[in-house]
């Protein structure tokens, strides 16, 4: 029954996005598979939902049901789960706070965030927002944005947090061009004094800028000259939340 079932589970398979469909005695061909045992799985798969055949055609293609599995699978997907042990790695490598954040509308959206322990270190509030402008962690997706986005973001009044806040557009515009250039982002006490931020975007499969991660802490501890150190490890963990977003299509807007 096992190598039954792993038969059956590799029929599933050979239906993907590049071939959507198949004809039955192509497919037993493919898979070098005898036609009898392969017409009872499409049968039984077709049965229950998870295969469906054109009855002009006669071809196989993926069911409804499989779609409704699937999107019961997406909604019981947990950020938390699969982004945090991404987040505490990062924290425990730099002994730094790790954020994750996220693009929501024209805003930033704290989502997640791993803390070191027994240390002075720097602390957001989770569930908190906060403009594109200021900051590595959101000028960092502020970059990638288009120049309408832009414009509606830095063409005004700008409230400086601190006396570091950028708050020149042309200047703001200025360091935009650096972060596309270098693909990084990095500030220094612009949203909270004695803190430096080191940050990079994270893209969806559209190569849409959906999120940025982020390891700050203080600046008697997190120095400039310990940026290059920090880049190797901030830059395997944005390629794993981006996969993540990019396997389950994670949309935050």
Known sequence: MLKTLNLSIAVLKMFTKEKPTWGGRELALAMNMNHTNLYRI???????GFITKDPITKKYSLGIALWEIGMNMYDSLNIDQLCMPVLEKLKDVTGETAIFTVLNGLEALTLLKAEPVNKVKFTVSRGSRSPLYVGASYRSMLAFLNEEQIAKVIDEP???????????????RAELEKIRTCGYALSNSEYSVDVLALAMPIFNSEEQVVASITVSGPIYRFTEQRVPDFLGPLTEARNEIEGIIRRYHLNFN
């Open 42 to 48: 499409l049968e039984t798969f077709e049965n229950n």
């Open 158 to 172: 700008l409230t400086a947090y601190t006396n570091n806040t950028m708050t020149d557009a042309t200047e703001i």
